[in-house]
């Protein structure tokens, strides 16, 4: 099911912690443009991931994720994650599991 993100102007900050419907989401346009939505739970127990300067961190036990993949530096483990598109001036799209 597609939901509305928010404004595209939302962009002008990524990435950035958003709340959709109640639940944390990362967003982030990666380097092509491609507008993507990321899981805020971490893939090893749970934690709740966050942006911290060059890298999406879990405080709980320190795993990083890249921003662009959302995959893990450390471990073999990705964030899911889902591609929005833009339509008038919104972002729109499903959210990640
Ligand atoms: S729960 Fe995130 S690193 Fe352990």
């Not at 958003?18 to 893939?43: A, F, H, K, M």
């Not at 662009?68 to 889902?82: I, K, S």
């Amino acid at each position: 099911m597609s939901v509305q993100i928010g404004p595209e102007s939302l962009l002008e900050e990524d990435p950035q912690v958003v709340t959709v419907e109640g639940s944390r989401y990362i967003l982030n346009e990666l380097d092509d443009g491609t507008v993507v939505l990321y899981s805020t739970v971490c893939q090893h127990q749970g934690g709740r991931v966050m942006v911290r300067e060059d890298v999406f961190r879990c405080p709980t036990h320190r795993w990083e994720y890249d921003p662009e993949t959302g995959e893990c530096l450390t471990e073999d483990a990705c964030l899911p994650r889902t591609t929005l598109r833009r339509e008038d001036g919104h972002l729109v799209g499903s959210l990640p599991d």
